[in-house]
Nanobody, 122 residues
Framework: QVQLVESGGGLVQAGGSLRLSCAAS????????VGWFRQAPGKEREFVVA????????FHADSVKGRFTISRDNAENTVYLQMNSLKPEDTAVYYC???????????????WGQGTQVTVSS
């Protein structure tokens, strides 16, 4: 069993940065891949970025390549999402999730956090 708690969301101006954290409980967390997804108002939840259990491999959505960076600290049971050059279209609730294997599809993820709101003003 893995429990996930996101933090670090907030209001930022376009062009600014935020760092989200995903803190996990559970001794097996370091064996899970972790992904970030987001859901904007009136839209379906979509994949953003994911990292393998070791941190050695990542997937990025095209919309965030070059702007968002995912990393993890397994000793601290935490995954980070550094978001730079934020745009108004990045406004969404951001969720972290854990999966047995690195994946882009939501159905691959077994555990989900409650989400944290990110709002980017123009």
């Amino acid at each position: 069993q893995v429990q996930l708690v996101e933090s670090g969301g907030g209001l930022v101006q376009a062009g600014g940065s935020l760092r989200l954290s995903c803190a996990a409980s559970g001794r097996t967390f370091s064996s899970y891949a972790v992904g970030w997804f987001r859901q904007a108002p009136g839209k379906e939840r979509e994949f953003v970025v994911a990292v393998s259990w070791s941190g050695g491999a990542t997937f990025h959505a095209d919309s965030v390549k070059g702007r968002f960076t995912i990393s993890r600290d397994n000793a601290e049971n935490t995954v980070y999402l550094q978001m730079n050059s934020l745009k108004p279209e990045d406004t969404a609730v951001y969720y972290c999730a854990a999966a047995r294997h690195l994946a882009r599809t939501q159905s691959s993820y077994d555990y989900w956090g409650q989400g944290t709101q990110v709002t980017v003003s123009s």
